[in-house]
């Protein structure tokens, strides 16, 4: 008995709803100007910062969000800028050239 049999014997009068799946289409703003990705470092710790997004603060905010939430590091939005804790460049920029974004390297 696989699961779907199970769960038609424990609610007998439900019927599945066939509703499409919907895929999310990348909501961020894409700009033909590259981001530039730098590495620095204050107080003695490094930092990675993102800067040149000629879109929203909402768009740049999210992904700044969603840039966090991959990496599992801290960091924050400040100025029109990411600023990321640890020097994470080489990651970075794979995650935004997989979005689409055009991400130029600057320094070391």
């Not at 905010?61 to 020097?87: C, M, N, P, R």
């Not at 794979?94 to 991400?103: N, R, S, W, Y």
Request: proline letters at 5%; glycine letters at 8%; aromatic letters at 8%.
């Amino acid at each position: 008995m696989d699961l779907q049999d199970q769960l038609k014997n424990l609610f007998p009068e439900h019927t599945p709803s066939e509703e499409p799946i919907k895929e999310e289409k990348n909501a961020i703003w894409m700009q033909d100007d590259p981001i530039i990705c730098k590495y620095e470092k204050r107080k003695g710790k490094p930092i990675t910062i993102l800067e040149g997004y000629t879109g929203a603060d909402t768009d740049f905010k999210e992904l700044a969000k969603e840039l966090k939430k991959k990496l599992s590091v801290g960091g924050s939005f400040k100025e029109d800028k990411i600023i990321i804790q640890g020097d994470y460049r080489d990651k970075i920029m794979t995650l935004l050239q997989e979005k689409g974004f055009k991400v130029k390297r600057v320094g070391g």
